[in-house]
């Protein structure tokens, strides 16, 4: 089994630039290059659609490209990724292109928002990544994956609904969460069963990221 091309540092709490994104995570040359034309990308079509808020780009090395590279520390053998409202590409976009030099590396970029999709595919487009672009609500569709995640898609009981169908095709959640992550743990328990576990971001001492396994349903039928 070939190891992942990038090797993250778990000590490495938030970066600042684009040479501390690169030391934090051994991303090669061209992954960087491919980061700073996504970038780029991010900026043009955030002018004309609300991808971003406008005001994160200047921090773009740690607000997205850190905030979604850390998910590789816990999933680095995970091949198949599902980003479920992929949006701006934030995290899917950046795990793409970290993946590419992987054996068997893809991931699935779900979005219900045609002119996002449009933006979406524009980057797969000029930067030739591994992934496929789904026009579809995330729980329409029946894809086979090693992990599923989002990040500001919805509060947590509604997105293991979105999430259902790929948890009964054996996948593990990593999800970007904010501050409010336990309220939200509180309220999805009210309607599902799963094991949970809470992980402190990387990124953003306020963040965390959570990993679901063994989703079902706790309403009785």
Not at 47 to 68: C, I, K, T, Y
Request: net charge neutral; proline share 5%.
């Amino acid at each position: 089994m070939s190891a992942v091309a990038v090797q993250l540092d778990p000590l490495q709490i938030g970066v600042t630039d684009a040479a501390g994104f690169q030391a934090a995570t051994g991303a090669s040359d061209r992954a960087m290059a491919e980061l700073r034309q996504f970038r780029e990308l991010l900026a043009d079509w955030n002018e004309r659609m609300n991808l971003v808020g406008p005001a994160s780009l200047p921090n773009f090395w740690n607000r997205h490209a850190w905030d979604s590279a850390q998910l590789l520390t816990y999933a680095p053998e995970a091949r198949v990724w599902a980003d479920l409202g992929a949006g701006a590409g934030l995290p899917g976009v950046v795990l793409a292109i970290l993946l590419k030099e992987r054996e068997g590396g893809h991931v699935h970029l779900v979005e219900s928002m045609a002119k996002r999709c449009r933006f979406l595919s524009e980057v797969v487009s000029q930067l030739d990544l591994p992934a496929t672009i789904h026009n579809a609500r995330a729980e329409d569709l029946s894809l086979k994956t090693d992990i599923i995640t989002a990040r500001a898609c919805a509060p947590l009981d509604r997105l293991l609904g979105y999430a259902q169908p790929y948890f009964k095709k054996g996948a593990t959640a990593l999800f970007l969460k904010g501050q409010d992550v336990v309220s939200e743990l509180t309220l999805a328990s009210k309607y599902w069963k799963f094991n949970s576990d809470l992980k402190p971001s990387l990124s953003d001492p306020r963040g965390f990221v959570l990993q679901v396994k063994g989703l079902s349903s706790a309403r009785s039928v």
